[in-house]
């Protein structure tokens, strides 16, 4: 089966938003990544709910809302609202992490637990059950254009078995520093969704370099 891609607009142009809209609907990718930063919990600040609910009207792709932010739990219905088709949160957030994957589904949307780099992949398995999607972060979240960090794969690897173990449907979606490189590596360890920014932008042919990450 082929990866899924999810485009990050955080290296979209803003003035153009709606020509990269296009560009990205007409690049065969499945999904567009929409971080959401609040700078508390990471030291950068980018968009929110407003930014979704625009694109939301001109395009009919997957959001894929990645947040961010100290408190989940106060915004989830907001995202739902606004027309988020997956939600994911990160355990390392001050909102309860049941209670966040309830409040998600609630919405209609799928939920989403991030981890970011230090924190172990065992923190996530009293959740597995309930989420749709882990997604296990390959740079420190907070910007784009990091260098993949290759200790995660190990994370990855451990992830995979367990979902195997498990027979669990929960696809691992990867983000930070993919290119046409580090996906094959993601993808070896159990990685399906595999999230990209710069390396998508970077290219003109957008359409070439989506599917050489899948
Ligand atoms: C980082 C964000 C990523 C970022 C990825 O905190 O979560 O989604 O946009 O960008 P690249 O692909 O440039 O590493
Ligand atoms: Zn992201």
């Known amino acids: 089966m082929n990866n899924k891609v999810s485009v990050s607009i955080l ?21 567009l990544h929409f971080d959401v ?11 929110g709910q407003p930014l979704l609910k625009a694109v939301n009207k001109v395009t009919d792709m997957h959001l894929d809302v990645h947040l961010m932010i100290t408190d989940p739990i106060k915004y989830i219905s907001d995202f739902g609202k606004f027309g988020a ?27 989403g637990l991030a981890l970011k780099p230090g924190t172990p992949f065992s923190e996530a ?11 296990i972060m390959t740079v420190e979240p907070g910007f784009g254009g990091q260098a993949f960090m290759a200790d995660m794969l190990p994370k990855i690897r451990e992830a995979h078995e ?8 929960i696809p691992i979606q990867v983000d930070g520093g ?10 070896d360890a159990g990685a399906s969704i595999m999230v990209a920014g710069s390396y998508l932008f970077s290219n003109e042919d957008m359409k070439a370099s989506v599917s050489t990450l899948k």
Do not use: W
């Open 162 to 169: 367990y979902i195997t173990c498990n027979s669990l449907d």
């Open 37 to 47: 930063m609040d700078g508390v919990f990471v030291r950068n600040i980018s968009f």
């Open 85 to 111: 088709d997956t939600i994911t949160f990160h355990i390392e957030s001050q909102s309860d992490a049941s209670a966040a994957i309830k409040a998600i589904k609630e919405t209609g949307a799928k939920a």
């Open 11 to 31: 290296s979209a142009d803003l003035m153009h938003m709606e020509k990269d809209l296009h560009r990205i609907e007409n690049s065969g990718a499945d999904m």
């Open 125 to 135: 398995v009293p959740y597995m059950k309930d989420i749709d999607m882990l997604l």
């Open 178 to 187: 993919i290119n046409s490189e580090t996906v094959k590596l993601c993808r």
